[in-house]
Structure formats: C-alpha cells, structure tokens
C-alpha cells in the first residue's frame, strides 16, 4: 500500500467531527455519525484507500461486526503501545466489546489538568472525554491505521 498519513492528519479530521449528533450507522460529516461511522469518514477524510465499511447492524453492534471492520483498515497492536490516532475497541460497561474510540491526546500534567483523552460517538453526540473516565479493562484492544507516517 503506498497511502501514507500521519497522526495530526488524523486527529485534524477527527476534531472536525466535534459536536455531530450520534445517528445510528450514521455516516456523514455534517449530519451525524456512530463510533464505526466516525472511523470510516475520517478514514475517507484522510484519503485512505477503500476504507472498508459494514451496515445493517443493529444499535449496539456485534463485538465481531466492530472488530473485523478495524482488522480491514488497521494492524492490531498492543493496548499500551497506543498513540495518538490510533484507535480503542472498547467495552461499554458490557462483557464484550462494541465500541470503538480514538487516542485523542496522552500528555499528563497534573498541574495544569492535563490527562489522556479519547474522542468517541457518545450518545450526547462526538466529544472529547477524559480516559479515567472508562475502566481500564474496557481497553479491549488498540488498532493502527496502516500508512501512519511516525
């Protein structure tokens, strides 16, 4: 593959999505999106070639559905080697795993508030929230978008 992108590339068209609505299987940058939605608009955003994309699930979809949609676009990676833009399959409170976030930032200050934060399709629409705020086994697994230019 010869796309290449870089991180900021990615957190640019993350932050541009700020705000939207939460629409189930939404997919689009002006009117609203859901956490896999989310992915696949910044994926095209970005430029990345054939961003695979599924449909017809349901409000909380399968574990399997959100898993093999990242497998298709990214390279699996350790929890603890995330980065900024790469992204969080991610367990909801339930057992298995049905949501996906991006790393927003990692720089901790305590000083100055500064905290590790996820960018995600909430149901209060897309926002910015503190990762504390999730239990750490929630983290399920990291993904990388492949062509990340470090």
Known sequence: MSFQTTRKAIIEAAETMLG???????????????????????????????????????????????????????????????????????????????????LYTTEVDAINGKEPTILHATPKGIRVEAKRNYHPSWFVSAFRIRGIVE
């Open 20 to 102: 939207l609505p939460f629409i189930h299987q939404g997919r689009s940058s002006e009117t609203g999106v859901d956490c896999v939605g989310l992915l696949v608009v910044i994926g095209n955003m970005i430029g990345y070639p054939e961003v695979f994309d599924v449909e017809g699930y349901r409000r909380t979809p399968s574990a399997q559905v959100i898993r093999d949609t990242l497998r298709k676009n990214c390279d699996e990676i350790a929890v603890e080697d995330a980065k900024i833009g790469d992204i969080y399959l991610m367990r909801m409170g339930g057992i298995k795993p049905r949501h996906a976030s991006i």
